[in-house]
């Protein structure tokens, strides 16, 4: 019999959810660095290192400009 085997990442999501923690911080004026986001969020700087320029490429990807109308 033949089986495959399928592995689930150990963070599913965190690219995203680094994302929208990222754009929550430009939003309010905070600088987004490794130093900053460690600060203000639970991702370790190891994750950070990991995920993060994919994580900013996607926040930047998705962001939308919001324009007085």
Do not use: C, W, Y
């Not at 430009?26 to 460690?38: E, F, H, M, Y």
């Amino acid at each position: 019999m033949i089986t495959t085997r399928t592995t689930q990442p150990a963070t599913p999501g965190i690219v995203e959810r680094m994302a929208d923690k990222m754009r929550e911080m430009g939003q309010n004026g905070i600088p987004v660095t490794v130093d900053s986001l460690a600060e203000h969020s639970d991702f370790t700087r190891a994750e950070i290192g990991e995920f993060g320029r994919a994580a900013a490429d996607f926040a930047k990807a998705n962001h939308i400009r919001q324009v007085a109308a």
